[in-house]
C-alpha cells in the first residue's frame, strides 16, 4: 500500500520569511495530493492540493510541486505571517481508477515567529 | 464544514467498555471515513466506506467496529475499549464528484481510562 513521508517534523521561520515541507509517496499510481492545515484544537482543512497531470499550482501565498519521477511533492509558503502557524499534513491517493483513501504524511508543526 | 457533525465531542470511558461515536452528514457524500489522530502518528484511517451497507478496514482497525446503514451516518464502536483506544477521533466525508476534496467533522477526544 502507499507509503507517505513528511519532512521536516517542525518548522521555524520569521515573519515573511519562506516555508517549505516537502512530501514523498511509494505508489507510483497514486495521483492526488492535497495538503490539510489544522489549528490548534481544530479540524483539518484543505488548502490545497494537486493532480497527478500538473506540476505546479498556486493559490496566492501557497504553491504545491509535484515531481512524479521522483514521487515526491512540496508545499511552499511565501512571506509566511504568524496566522500561518498550524500543523501541515501532505497526503497521497488514487482518484479516479482504483479509488483509494487518503493516506497522510505524519504532519509538520509550522511556527512563524512575529 | 457545519454539514458534517460528531457527537459525543468529548467522553471519558473505563477499559472495558463499550462506546459508539456518530458521525453525521448532510451533504449525501457517497463516503464516509474515520480516522483517529496521536501524536507522533499523524491521521491514521480506521474505516471508511463507499457507500451504505459498504465498509473497509484500514490500517488500523482492530478493536473497532462500523456500520452505515443510511448514507448519512457512519457510527464507529469500540468494542471493548483499552487505554490504547485513547485518542482524538475525526470522521471525514468526501463526494463521488471531480474535487476530491474530503471534509472533517469537528472530532471526538476520547478517554479510556
Known amino acids: 500500500g502507499e507509503n507517505v513521508e513528511q519532512h521536516p517534523s517542525t518548522l521555524s521561520v520569521q515573519e515573511g520569511d519562506s516555508a517549505v515541507i516537502k512530501c514523498t509517496y511509494s505508489?507510483?499510481?497514486?495521483?492526488?495530493f492535497p495538503w490539510y492545515k489544522q489549528e490548534l484544537g481544530k479540524r483539518p482543512q484543505l488548502i490545497i492540493d494537486i493532480r497527478s497531470n500538473v506540476g505546479e499550482k498556486k493559490d496566492q501565498r501557497i504553491a504545491v510541486t509535484l515531481n512524479k519521477t521522483a514521487k515526491h511533492f512540496s508545499l511552499h509558503i511565501t512571506e509566511t505571517q504568524p496566522e500561518d502557524s498550524a500543523v501541515y499534513f501532505c497526503a497521497a491517493s488514487r482518484k479516479v481508477v482504483g479509488n483509494t483513501p487518503l493516506v497522510f504524511g505524519k504532519g509538520t508543526r509550522l511556527s512563524v515567529i512575529a | 464544514d457545519a454539514g458534517i457533525t460528531q457527537s459525543p465531542r468529548y467522553k471519558i470511558t473505563e477499559t472495558g467498555r463499550q462506546v459508539t461515536l456518530m458521525c453525521h452528514q448532510t451533504w449525501s457524500h457517497s463516503y464516509m471515513f474515520w480516522y483517529r489522530q496521536d501524536l507522533g502518528h499523524g491521521l491514521r484511517l480506521i474505516y471508511y466506506s463507499a457507500a451504505a451497507d459498504i465498509t473497509d478496514k484500514g490500517e488500523v482497525s482492530d478493536g473497532y467496529v462500523v456500520s452505515r446503514s443510511k448514507t448519512e451516518n457512519f457510527p464507529l464502536t469500540l468494542e471493548s475499549a483499552t487505554r490504547s483506544q485513547t485518542s482524538v477521533y475525526f470522521c471525514a466525508s468526501s463526494g463521488r464528484d471531480s474535487s476530491y476534496e474530503q471534509y472533517f467533522g469537528p472530532g471526538t477526544r476520547l478517554t479510556v481510562t
Open positions: 505508489d507510483s499510481a497514486s495521483n492526488y
